[in-house]
């Protein structure tokens, strides 16, 4: 370990003994118990996603993202195309490991090998993946992909900072919350002020052991009811402030 301090007595960060940097990410699939991850396709998913996207009632679902929503699953698979172009960003499908029917996008994106940071983003869920243990499967084995497989040091959630249902959802999935980004993007004409929520390597053991335990079959009675909430589970510091919230005036 190095000294906190350098020849000039000003304090210096720990030492990342060994540190060679984090595996470039991949499009394998993931498997789950009740979900399955696989590589976007929009001749394969498309037409399956914009009908289960159509379950909902209206198109709140798509406010705080900067596309959507889709009134053709013409204009959807055209978007998917579109998408797909960008080779920096990682999407997947979430399919349904009973009924192999897709139910929500998600994707890696602003990856940083060299320093091990890697986001989360674009999660789109349709009705009935949301609130679900699916759901929560499914941001399990991306977490677990980066740390464990890919050996990333940093996993960032980032959502519109009046978008309080992604907000709850980070800070229930066990990211601390970083900071807040204002006017950091224009979408769809409105300012947005961006939440940063992030998970680092030393944390995510604590986390990976609450949320195996919160999936097991046991925590559900019969009726799909959770016996344990996630949140009873996870450490002390998960889903806390880091400095960058604390008033320092």
């Known amino acids: 370990m190095s000294e906190l301090l350098n020849e000039f007595g000003q304090p210096l960060g720990r030492s990342v003994e060994g540190w060679a940097g984090a595996s470039e990410p991949n499009r394998e699939s993931i498997e789950g118990r009740r979900c399955r991850l696989e590589t976007l396709n929009a001749d394969k998913h498309a037409a399956g996603l914009h009908a289960a996207y159509s379950e909902s009632p209206d198109g709140r679902s798509w406010t705080y993202l900067p596309y959507g929503p ?42 940083t090998a060299s320093m091990g940071t890697i986001e989360v983003g674009h999660l789109s869920y349709a009705r009935v993946l949301q609130q679900t243990p699916t759901s929560t499967e499914a941001m399990y084995l991306m977490m677990k992909r980066v740390f464990d497989e890919w050996g990333y040091r940093r996993y960032e959630w980032k959502c519109h900072s009046l978008n309080a249902p992604s907000c709850a959802a980070a800070k229930r999935l066990g990211f601390r919350f970083d900071g807040l980004f204002r006017n950091h993007v224009v979408a769809k004409g409105r300012n947005r002020d961006t939440a940063w929520y992030s998970i680092t390597i030393e944390e995510w053991p604590a986390i990976r052991e609450a949320m195996e335990s919160w999936l097991e079959p046991a925590n559900f009675d019969e009726s799909g009811r959770q016996k344990t909430r996630l949140t009873d589970l996870m450490p002390d510091s998960a889903g806390k402030a880091h400095l960058a919230e604390i008033d320092l005036a």
């Open 70 to 111: 889709f009134d053709s699953e013409e204009a959807y698979t055209e978007f998917v195309r579109g998408i797909l172009t960008l080779t920096d960003t990682y999407f997947f499908t979430i399919i349904d490991s009973t009924s192999g029917a897709p139910m929500g996008v998600a994707s890696y994106l602003r990856v």
